[in-house]
């Protein structure tokens, strides 16, 4: 049985009179159409962040004046309607999230009968668009191409590149996406990051089963609530900090630390779409170190920079006396946009008591990298998944690493895995895992992840067994508040070791 034979297509969709006739090329037909009258009767659906931020950036938007929806987490049902709908040999994030919107749209036809031309008035999409080598600029088009062939015939989709919508006429109207729109959800996306980084901290050394789950979500409540009300989220941190003390914690039980890297979605999403990696290497008594979105936003910004760098070279000035004003703008701009993104998460991660996380200095990053990765190759994660690897052998981050990468993906699968073997070859000890995501083989991902995972637990096993023991242990290893440095990769190990 093929993967999406039990996916129905509307009645729209069977019409076979295309038999016969010449072959047609598809083209992709914008619509950007938003009036001012849309804004009441438009509901803006978004989606594709971990489920905490996805939730978090719906309350932030709640202050706005249009109506916004988060997406429920892609699963595997949303897979197989982007397999149903979307074009052949896309990679796996593509097929989760276009599919995803589809089968949104499907379930809200099903529910309320709403024909499919009501259902395109009265909803639009807004997501991020990219360019470079691989699909990730073709998802706006990949969306166009699926909703069409799923019935819903000019549904808007849209980018946050397009800032200011335009009507017909090329008037900017209606639905407003300027940076301002963005200030109070990228603070959302921040928090989200932090509050993940510190539920893989904590949740795999509780006592009792589900307290953290309970924990974090009383903090999304007070988080949500001073979202919607602009209330002071750096004490809404301070407030959280509270209630994760109460969690209950276990943390000299010897667990693996496992670094999760690979492509950006892949890595990250939290469900069927990596066959919930986290919960389940935790369930195998793992712990496990999440790659934040804030890491993207850092790489995205080298990049920025890098490149505009290139082209000042390119045009130098001196030679031919023209100073590009444009080039030194976005550079500038840049700069404060990381100084900004920075500093917001130092300070919430500090209120909130994450200490130990440094945030990734993406330049020392691509020097360790460089050296493997041409740094001009663009696309996916770039020069990252290598110099991730790098880094935790060099410093003893993590007993494994994780590589994610889904199913036809150009730059993780086919250039990053080329060039990690010869690190693995350079650093026969590291226990790297590439492991891919195609949607189906759940099986064989789990049974590859298990046989790693045996190599991760001697060498955490190993790692602690090593320490003397000191004789007195105080009550502060047990609270996630105390995150000393060390050069230890487990976080038992590095308790104990900050004890002698
Ligand atoms: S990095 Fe890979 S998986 Fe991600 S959008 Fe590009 S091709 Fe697809």
Redesign the pocket.
Known sequence: MSACSNIKPPQSNIDLDYLGKQKTQWRDTVNTNFSKDDINNTTILFGGMTILQDRLVMAALETKKEKYIALPNPDFESFRAGKAYGNRG?????YFTVGNLVKYLLNIQKKTGMSSREIVQKYAYVTANGCGP???GM?ITEYRKALNDAGFQGFRVFSFEHNKVTNEAGEEVGLNLSPALYITPIKAVLIGDIINLLAHKIRPYEVEAGATDKAIEACYDLLSDALRNNKNLLLSMWKCRKILEKVELDRLQVKPKVMIVG????AMTEGDGNYNLHRFLEAEGAESIPQPIINRLMLSIWESTYFSNKELDLEDDTKTGYFDFSSTKRKVITKLLKVTIKSYFTLYAKAIGLHDYKLPDIEALSTLSRVYFPLDAE???GHMEVAHLLESIKHNLAHMVISV??F?????SAVSDGIQSLVTSRYPSANFLSIETSGEGAANFYSRVQMALFKAKQAAKEEFEALEMPEHIPEKVNNYLYQPKSDKAGTAAQLIDSLV
Do not use: H, I, V
């Not at 896309?90 to 593509?94: A, E, H, I, L, S």
């Not at 492509?263 to 892949?266: G, I, P, Q, V, Y």
């Open positions: 896309q990679c796996n994030p593509t691989c699909r990730f998802y492509e950006f979605w892949a696309g996916g994660e990468k889904p036809g993906c150009m730059p993780s």
